[in-house]
């Protein structure tokens, strides 16, 4: 097995690519230990001293270090950690573990301008955010103001406001008018 390494914008992040299946649908986010416990593959890469956090894609694995910890010594017991994994035959993810990972439901007056977002985030964001080894997801809606939890590389990410103001703030104004803002939430 050949797990091939990106470097991602935020320092405190790598991506790992398996060269395999990660999640057939969605993410999972796993921003703590205690959250890595629904998975398996979390729970390994969590065992690794220095990890903070874990997201999966559906052709990667995020992991987010903490700042004291040096990826020339993490990045060994990492790959040693997915590659055991993947060889034990182990699920990625536990039995009934929920791995929706996608958009907040919003019930209410603005479900059609609700529903032009999630599609443009869908469409025109999430891929090129994958791309980075993270996940921007719809949380919310009210008065023009758009909420977005960034998840993986995306959280914490030194340019995630940059990234927010300039790039998807822009983007949903120009085909929303009625978005005036967008602010990310922590969940």
Known sequence: MFIQTESTPNPATLKFLPG?????MGTADFPTAEAGEKSPLAQRLFAVEGVTGVFFG???VTVTK???ADWDHLKPAILGAIMEHFQSGAPVMADGADQSGGHAQHDG???EIVNQIKELLDTRVRPAVAQDGGDITFHGF???VVYLHMQGACAGCPSSTLTLKMG???LLRHYIPE???VRPVAV
Do not use: A, Y
């Open 20 to 24: 395999q299946t990660v999640l057939e």
């Open 58 to 60: 559906t052709d990667f």
């Open 66 to 68: 903490d700042d004291s």
């Open 109 to 111: 007056e603005d479900g």
């Open 142 to 144: 009210d008065r023009g």
């Open 168 to 170: 998807i703030e822009n």
């Open 179 to 181: 978005v005036s803002e």
